[in-house]
């Protein structure tokens, strides 16, 4: 029996139109009927955020989106706020994923802002870190991991911190099919951990969920899952087809 309650999320990325992701709800909800101690969040396009939610309301499975703005409302053009993503029925949001760091210009400092502003909105932050190949590389990717945590992180209260997801997610393993092998992700995970004892002490640090993500799949999902500090699976790819989502979920439950 784990310690904290694992957490599985499909992010979608840029994939589906409302009556793909229809279809894929649908089915997925057939595949999962009995869920009860794994939480389950599927991360859909904005588009698709409110139908999904319509879907899934008589369900456990929970709703999130891929980012969000960090002001409550205002003159920024293709921007989305927290106060709009809860009135779709989101409960989560994932912050800082690679590619929005990548190709969008996401830092520390703006996934912090934001952190902040999605839990003053009560939804969950997915607070994604992880190194690419060079800084692995170069033995570099314990200082990045640290320094994206504890940045990412800062000023959020140690009340507060059990209602924080990370995410790890080495970026040479995200969509390569090349997953970290159990034992490279787990010595991050205790990494994080212990990164979170410095900041709130070994209490809160405890409760505080570390997903893993990278070229999760129904092949890699349990021994991943298996690792102690490994709390769940943030699934990109493999959440776009309900069948090996869902085996992915019965394997953290
Ligand atoms: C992701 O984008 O968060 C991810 C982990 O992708 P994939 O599972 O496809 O590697």
Request: proline share 4%; with cysteine; hydrophobic share 40%.
């Amino acid at each position: 029996m784990k310690l904290r309650r694992p957490v599985i999320a499909g992010n979608w990325k840029m994939h589906k139109t409302v009556h793909e992701a229809e279809g894929l709800v649908k089915d997925l909800i057939l595949e999962l009927p009995d869920v009860s101690n794994t939480d389950v969040v599927l991360c859909p396009p904005f588009t698709a955020l409110y139908r999904v939610a319509e879907l899934v309301s008589k369900t456990s499975i929970r709703v999130g989106a891929q980012d969000m703005h960090w002001e409550k409302e205002g003159a920024y053009t293709g921007e989305i706020s927290a106060t709009m993503l809860r009135g779709v029925y989101c409960r989560y949001v994932i912050l800082g994923h690679s590619e929005r760091r990548q190709y969008f210009g996401e830092t520390n400092q703006t996934v912090n802002r934001k952190a902040k502003t999605a839990m003053a909105a009560n939804l969950r932050p997915i607070v994604c870190v992880g190194e690419t190949l060079e800084q692995r590389e170069k033995q570099d990717f314990k200082a990045i991991v640290r320094s994206q945590v504890i940045e990412s992180l800062d000023g959020i209260p140690a009340d507060q911190s059990g209602e924080l997801i990370l995410a790890y997610e080495p970026v040479w393993a995200i969509g390569t099919g090349r997953n970290a092998t159990p034992a490279q992700a787990q010595e991050v995970h205790a990494l994080i951990r212990s990164i979170l004892v410095e900041i709130y002490g070994v209490k809160q640090a405890k409760k505080v969920r570390i997903q893993y993500g990278g070229s999760v799949k129904p092949a890699n999902a349990a021994e991943l899952l298996s690792q102690p500090d490994i709390d769940g699976a943030l699934v990109g790819g493999a959440s776009l087809e309900a069948r090996g989502f869902a085996a992915i979920v019965r394997a953290a439950s």
